[in-house]
Structures are given as structure tokens and as C-alpha cells.
């Protein structure tokens, strides 16, 4: 099957390929990298290098979302992610934002990110009609309960039912706050608030995601269950 992505400015078409989203940790703490790109020209070389070896688009976050991770202020999230946003834009890098907050993804979007990538799934009331305002494509994630504490259960008496549920739900509220479906992905969030086995599990049933209809994105790198 074949599906056009929308983002602010341009389109992606999906079924011919699967597309490569780069990750870049703008913070001292991710799970895998934490630390080495905090500095912004560190961040920049390592997004060129990123386009360069094949990505389709790199994923900006000024805030970790390990589990166990404390929250950041939003002053604190605008500090670390502007700087390099605004220097990929005029580098002609492709982005999205990672992050919760409506006034984060503002910024970024003004500055030229294509997409939102929001783990919480439109959690902040502002969030879904600051994407809608500016085009932008728009990534829900199901996580259960926040970063600091979404490890403590992992436990679920249907977990594919239960993470399918939850994001058509928020594909819905996302349709009714304006945003449109063309520009919705969805995420079942490998690694937040599952187990090793729970991780597996989604994996093998991808498929049953798809029903949906809309473009599924999957953040399986580096994480703690391959290794397990």
C-alpha cells in the first residue's frame, strides 16, 4: 500500500520504501547517546552525517525521554534545541521536533521542521492546533505515564488492543482539533511503558497497526530489549 505524508512544506510517499528518520539527542542524558551532541556544533556535524549516510529526515530533542528521566522546563527545552534547528534550516536539513510542549514545537516549526514528533500524543491542551496552524505532520505515540515512571508496570492484559485503542483515539482528537489525517503517523512506542516481551510482541504484529490506514513509525534503535 502506498500513502503521501504531508509535512509543512513538502511530501513524503511511503510504500515504495521504508523511510529513515535520524535521531539527535540535543541533551546531556538520552539513553544511548546522552551528552555527545549536546554542544550545537557537534549536533549540526552529526545531522549532516546522519543526511549523508541516508536519512530521510532528523529527528531534533532538547529533552530525554528514558525512562526514569526527569522533565525539563520549557526555558531550559528552547535553549538546547533552537540554536541547531535554526542552523539545520539554513543548512537545508530536513527535521522534525521531538517534544511535548505546544510553545517548543512553535518555535521549531517557525524555524522550518516539517513534523512534530510528540511522545505524548498531543498531551498539552495547545499542541494539536499549534500543528494544525502550521501544516505540519505529526507523529502520536502511546506511552503509559510519563518517562519518569513508565517502566514501573508493564504489564497489560492485551497490549496491542490496548496501544491500537489508544492511538485511534488520538488520531481522532487530532482529525477534530484540525489536523489533517494526511499528515498523522503513528508510533506504538517500543520501549515506553512495555517489556522486553511487550517490545517483541508489537514488533511481530506491525501489520495489525496498518489497519488504521495511516503511516506507523517504529524507534527500535539501540534500545535495552534488543540486547535482552
Not at 181 to 205: H, T, Y
Amino acid at each position: 500500500r502506498s500513502f503521501v505524508l504531508k509535512g509543512r512544506t513538502r511530501e513524503w510517499e511511503l510504500g515504495k520504501k521504508t523511510l529513515i528518520m535520524g535521531i539527535l539527542n540535543v541533551t546531556p542524558d538520552s539513553f544511548s547517546d546522552g551528552g555527545l551532541f549536546f554542544d550545537r556544533d557537534a549536533a549540526i556535524e552529526k545531522a549532516l552525517k546522519m543526511v549523508e549516510d541516508g536519512a530521510d529526515w532528523v529527528d531534533v530533542g532538547g529533552e530525554s525521554t528514558r525512562p526514569g528521566a526527569a522533565p525539563v522546563s520549557l526555558d531550559e527545552e528552547l535553549k538546547r534545541v533552537m540554536p541547531v534547528v535554526e542552523a539545520l534550516s539554513k543548512s537545508g536539513v530536513v527535521f522534525s521536533i521531538d517534544t511535548m510542549k505546544a510553545r517548543v514545537a512553535e518555535e521549531a516549526l517557525k524555524a522550518g521542521a516539517e513534523a512534530v514528533n510528540d511522545v505524548s500524543a498531543l498531551s498539552d491542551p495547545a499542541m494539536a492546533g499549534v500543528c494544525a496552524r502550521h501544516n505540519a505532520a505529526v507523529v502520536l505515540m502511546h506511552m503509559r505515564g510519563a518517562p519518569k515512571v513508565m517502566q514501573r508496570d508493564t504489564a497489560y492484559k492485551d497490549l496491542v488492543g490496548e496501544v491500537f485503542s489508544y492511538l485511534s483515539e488520538r488520531v481522532d482528537y487530532a482529525e477534530s482539533s484540525g489536523v489533517e489525517r494526511g499528515r498523522v503517523m503513528i508510533d506504538p512506542g517500543l520501549g515506553f511503558g512495555k517489556s522486553k516481551e511487550g517490545n517483541l510482541e508489537i514488533i511481530a504484529r506491525l501489520r495489525e497497526f496498518a489497519s488504521l490506514g495511516l503511516p506507523v513509525l517504529v524507534g527500535a534503535s539501540r534500545k535495552s530489549f534488543i540486547g535482552a
